[in-house]
């Protein structure tokens, strides 16, 4: 089945700094990578999310990437707040997943002001 | 309406005890989920229901029993559980497969089994 490391497990940036953070996957036949941000307490929330026919996509301050080649995609956030401090899960998906997304350990970002 | 609702937001209960977890969404998606979550880990597939049959079932013990009453309401029976199913326990919903058009979390209820 599909596999998904994600790195690094925790972040820690001063407000305004960019963070990023990578995912693998293994199954060259996802075609679909989500991520999501969780606050303490609070629901996964999906806050962007990447088909395979597409390299990069942004909304205001988050993009991510994807190399199809190397299987790998990136959650970019410029000028951090302290608001953006969570844990972000990215996930794989497709057509051999079915109705599974595949996520990620996480990565808990702390924003510090 | 884009939001998936679930009630209660907690519930404390004993090893002996039934309960039942609710879940809806009106936003006519067509597959539901349930997913258990554990502190600092990522969601963990439970049960999938698609058009409103039972279309995964990630080996789960038998004292989680999943319902589907129609394509909006996702039940979630407990019965005999143990300390170790205490976590945030939540549903999801998507339209039809998530990586057509992504999947939605509901807020999910925190369960603790005394």
């Known amino acids: 089945g599909e596999n998904v490391e994600q790195h690094p497990s925790t972040l820690s940036v001063q407000e305004g700094d960019s963070a990023v953070i990578k995912c693998t996957y293994s199954d060259s036949a996802s075609n679909y990578f989500p991520w999501y941000k969780q606050e303490l307490g609070k629901r996964p929330q999906l806050i962007i999310d990447i088909r395979s026919n597409v390299g990069e996509k942004k909304d205001q301050r988050i993009a991510v990437t994807l190399n199809k080649t190397a299987k790998h995609f990136s959650l970019h956030i410029t000028e951090t707040q302290p608001e953006d401090s969570a844990v972000y899960f990215c996930?794989?998906?497709?057509?051999?997943?079915?109705?599974?997304?595949?996520f990620g350990k996480g990565t808990s970002l702390l924003v510090t002001p | 309406d884009t939001e998936v609702t679930q009630t209660p937001k907690h519930l404390v209960m004993g090893m002996t005890n039934k309960k039942s977890l609710k879940c809806e969404q009106h936003m006519g998606h067509r597959a539901m989920y349930w997913y258990k979550q554990k502190a600092k880990k990522p969601p963990e597939l439970m049960f999938v229901?698609?058009?409103?049959?039972?279309?995964i079932n990630e080996s789960v013990p038998s004292r989680f029993s999943p319902e589907c009453p129609n394509s909006s309401l996702l039940n979630l029976h407990l019965h005999a559980l143990q300390p170790e199913d205490s976590a945030l326990y939540l549903c999801?919903?998507?339209?039809?497969?998530?990586?057509?058009?992504?999947?939605?979390f509901g807020p999910g209820t925190r369960l603790t089994v005394l």
């Open positions: 996930a794989a998906s497709g057509s051999n997943s079915g109705y599974a997304l595949n």
């Open positions: 229901y698609s058009y409103e049959k039972l279309s």
């Open positions: 999801a919903s998507s339209r039809t497969t998530p990586w057509a058009f992504g999947q939605y």
